[in-house]
């Protein structure tokens, strides 16, 4: 989802967004990182080393921040501090190969007066390729929070905007102590969308931006090869300093790659168009649709980053029992399209294609069912492994010091208490750039409220949310829908007094473990919201997530029966 910050519409919202939701999964605070000696020793553990590579009983000696040894029988350090692996599963920590979370949107130039929306300048077309994803990047936003907790160490991160909207660059979710900046420029982000102008601006087609990328690109071969003439030899003209042109150079010369997102088959083979007219390096981001990708993935070397996101099953998994034919043959076709959806990545893996995951479009809430999904469909667990680590690292070029867990990378690691794909698997600890985050575990397995009882969801929820705007609250009713739920959620109306409503969309019972989205309407603007947490003995408490504008705390208690009839 992309949000355009506009102060005058965040300012009806602020009193909302600090007032409607936000859950911790039942862990402890992510602040708490400890690296009090820099050393720590990991002992007794079961480490996958890489994707097929598997040590019992090994012990990982980390020192500032690298891995110093991993092995048996090795001699701890008088300085560690020791955390005891048995029983628990150490894995490489998780690479994102794109995503947006953190980065905010820049504001749009204001139009001059004689502005021509037939040629407009390369800002108001959203056509800024030199831009850096760091100016807009916050290193605080609560949500990086939350992707850490599900085991992310490294991520690389994309600029919001236009057509070319700048440059990415590559994090680590480390400590506050650092900026936790691996590398800069690392790939000129790319997309076949309009500019933020609005309509009838050029290029407003997709067409037109492939003309336009066609144009820029050409032209900066030109300038580039100018440059290197006028710097070499005498009697030529000075050449112009274009910043738009320059900041294709690093493409050119194919020291970084252009990273197009694409959403559909339709787009992929554009973008390999275009890569095959020019001959730059290509990643694709979003692919879907492999029958038909496959073969344009091939032809053009292009690497793959694949969202873990998929579309809601509640269509999927229902019961046709007492419907016509012909709505029982709608709905097959849709359980059929699922379910070749659920299967892409297994398509890539038997096509000998590595990928990488990346979390764009993604929720950090979903992210291992629904790759539990794809393996229940073709995806192999190593395969799945290494789209969340070695593979992205080679991506992104970054495989020298992360990806797998070797003496002398990165200390980063996700530990859990199951082996990682499993449905009990809970993250325990993730080791981010040396720092080491605890987060609470439970031994539910089942859908219990914390007294071993079955999570009933169904009935009216007062909620509350204690915020720097003060204490504001609404109700959560629930209904039973069949296997599923489906809901409504109350708010404070931004746009004046009073309530509005919104219908609880995605709603996802797992163990004790409740999430779900909503959409508020304000300004002119649909803002989806995110809300996930946990439910103990009738009380449910956790987070909302609303874009680049952050988390917040909830608070919700079920009411009694006798109120909820």
Same mark, same amino acid.
């Given at each position: 989802?992309?949000?355009?910050?506009?102060?005058?519409?965040?300012?009806?919202?602020?009193?909302?967004?600090?007032?409607? /939701?936000?859950?911790?999964?039942?862990?402890?605070?992510?602040?708490?990182?400890?690296?009090?000696?820099?050393?720590?020793?990991?002992?007794?553990?079961?480490? &996958?080393?890489?994707?097929?590579? &598997? !040590?019992?009983?090994?012990?990982?000696?980390?020192?500032?921040?690298?891995?110093?040894?991993?092995?048996?029988?090795?001699?701890?350090?008088?300085?560690? !501090?020791?955390?005891?692996?048995?029983?628990?599963?150490?894995?490489?920590?998780?690479?994102?190969?794109?995503?947006?979370?953190?980065?905010?949107?820049?504001?749009?130039?204001?139009?001059?007066?004689?502005?021509?929306?037939?040629?407009?300048?390369?800002? %108001?077309?959203?056509?800024?390729?030199?831009?850096?994803?760091?100016?807009?990047?916050?290193? @605080?936003?609560?949500?990086?929070?939350?992707?850490?907790?599900?085991?992310? &160490?490294?991520?690389?991160?994309?600029?919001?905007?236009?057509?070319?909207?700048?440059?990415?660059?590559?994090?680590?979710?480390?400590?506050?102590?650092?900026?936790?900046?691996?590398?800069?420029?690392?790939?000129?982000?790319?997309? *076949?969308?309009?500019?933020?102008?609005?309509?009838?601006?050029?290029?407003?087609?997709? $067409?037109?931006?492939?003309?336009?990328?066609?144009?820029?690109?050409?032209?900066?071969?030109?300038?580039? !090869?100018?440059?290197?003439?006028?710097?070499?030899? =005498?009697?030529?003209?000075?050449?112009?300093?274009?910043?738009?042109?320059?900041?294709?150079?690093?493409?050119?010369?194919?020291?970084?790659?252009? $990273?197009?997102?694409?959403?559909?088959?339709?787009?992929?083979?554009?973008?390999?168009?275009?890569?095959?007219?020019?001959? %730059?390096?290509?990643?694709?981001?979003?692919? /879907?649709?492999?029958?038909?990708?496959?073969?344009?993935?091939?032809?053009?070397?292009? !690497?793959?980053?694949?969202? %873990?996101?998929?579309?809601?099953?509640?269509?999927?998994?229902?019961?046709?029992?007492?419907?016509?034919?012909?709505?029982?043959?709608?709905?097959?076709?849709?359980?059929?399209?699922?379910?070749?959806? #659920?299967?892409?990545?297994?398509? $890539?893996?038997?096509?000998?294609?590595? %990928?990488?995951?990346?979390?764009?479009?993604?929720?950090?809430?979903?992210?291992?069912?629904?790759?539990?999904?794809?393996?229940?469909?073709? #995806?192999?667990?190593?395969?799945? #492994?290494?789209?969340?680590?070695?593979?992205?690292?080679?991506?992104?070029?970054?495989?020298?010091?992360?990806?797998?867990?070797?003496?002398? @990378?990165?200390?980063?690691?996700?530990?859990?208490?199951?082996?990682?794909?499993?449905?009990?698997?809970?993250?325990?600890?993730?080791?981010?750039?040396?720092?080491? *985050?605890?987060?609470?575990?439970?031994?539910? @397995?089942?859908?219990?409220?914390?007294?071993?009882?079955?999570?009933?969801?169904?009935?009216?929820?007062?909620?509350?949310?204690?915020?720097?705007?003060?204490?504001?609250?609404?109700?959560?009713?629930?209904?039973?829908?069949?296997?599923?739920?489906?809901?409504?959620?109350?708010?404070?109306?931004?746009?004046?007094?009073?309530?509005?409503?919104?219908?609880?969309?995605?709603?996802?019972?797992?163990?004790?473990?409740?999430?779900?989205?909503?959409?508020?309407?304000?300004?002119?603007? =649909? #803002?989806?919201? =995110?809300?996930?947490?946990?439910?103990?003995?009738?009380?449910?408490?956790?987070?909302?997530?609303?874009?680049?504008?952050?988390?917040?705390?909830?608070?919700?208690?079920? @009411?009694?029966?006798?109120?909820?009839?």
């Amino acid at each position: 989802m992309n949000i355009r910050f506009k102060p005058k519409v965040f300012s009806s919202l602020f009193y909302l967004v600090f007032c409607i /939701t936000s859950i911790s999964f039942g862990q402890s605070d992510p602040t708490g990182e400890r690296r009090v000696t820099g050393t720590f020793a990991i002992t007794n553990a079961t480490v &996958t080393i890489a994707p097929g590579k &598997t !040590q019992q009983g090994a012990t990982i000696i980390i020192k500032n921040g690298l891995i110093e040894a991993i092995g048996s029988n090795l001699r701890i350090p008088i300085d560690a !501090q020791t955390i005891k692996g048995d029983s628990l599963f150490v894995y490489p920590g998780f690479i994102d190969g794109a995503t947006s979370i953190g980065v905010l949107r820049p504001n749009d130039p204001e139009r001059p007066a004689n502005f021509d929306p037939s040629n407009p300048p390369d800002e %108001f077309a959203g056509i800024t390729p030199w831009r850096s994803v760091l100016d807009h990047y916050d290193i @605080k936003n609560s949500q990086i929070n939350d992707w850490r907790k599900v085991g992310f &160490t490294v991520a690389q991160i994309v600029p919001e905007g236009g057509m070319l909207p700048g440059k990415s660059a590559i994090v680590t979710y480390g400590g506050k102590e650092s900026n936790n900046i691996l590398a800069k420029n690392t790939a000129l982000a790319a997309r *076949f969308r309009s500019t933020g102008g609005g309509r009838g601006m050029y290029p407003g087609t997709q $067409l037109g931006i492939m003309a336009k990328f066609r144009d820029l690109y050409k032209n900066a071969e030109l300038s580039s !090869q100018h440059m290197r003439l006028f710097a070499s030899n =005498s009697g030529l003209s000075r050449p112009e300093i274009n910043k738009t042109l320059e900041a294709f150079f690093p493409v050119l010369d194919k020291s970084i790659p252009v $990273l197009y997102e694409v959403s559909n088959d339709l787009e992929l083979r554009r973008a390999v168009m275009l890569q095959k007219e020019n001959g %730059f390096r290509l990643v694709v981001a979003g692919i /879907t649709d492999m029958d038909f990708a496959l073969d344009a993935i091939k032809s053009s070397n292009a !690497q793959v980053l694949v969202s %873990f996101r998929l579309p809601n099953d509640k269509t999927a998994n229902s019961n046709t029992e007492g419907l016509s034919d012909e709505m029982k043959a709608r709905t097959q076709k849709v359980k059929d399209a699922y379910i070749q959806i #659920l299967g892409e990545a297994g398509k $890539l893996e038997a096509a000998g294609i590595p %990928f990488g995951f990346t979390s764009l479009g993604g929720r950090s809430n979903e992210m291992y069912k629904n790759i539990r999904l794809m393996i229940a469909n073709g #995806l192999s667990e190593n395969a799945a #492994l290494a789209a969340l680590t070695i593979n992205n690292a080679n991506i992104l070029g970054i495989q020298k010091f992360a990806g797998t867990l070797e003496k002398g @990378k990165l200390a980063n690691m996700v530990i859990s208490t199951a082996p990682l794909f499993a449905e009990e698997a809970q993250i325990k600890y993730v080791v981010a750039d040396g720092y080491v *985050f605890e987060y609470e575990v439970n031994n539910k @397995k089942s859908n219990n409220n914390g007294n071993g009882k079955a999570v009933d969801l169904s009935g009216i929820w007062d909620y509350t949310s204690d915020t720097p705007a003060g204490s504001s609250g609404g109700t959560m009713e629930i209904k039973r829908d069949g296997t599923s739920y489906k809901g409504t959620i109350s708010y404070d109306n931004p746009s004046g007094s009073g309530k509005a409503s919104s219908p609880m969309n995605n709603i996802i019972l797992s163990g004790n473990n409740l999430s779900f989205t909503f959409n508020v309407s304000a300004g002119g603007m =649909s #803002l989806e919201v =995110s809300v996930s947490g946990e439910i103990t003995d009738g009380d449910f408490s956790g987070s909302m997530s609303l874009s680049e504008f952050g988390s917040f705390p909830f608070n919700a208690v079920k @009411k009694p029966n006798h109120l909820n009839q």
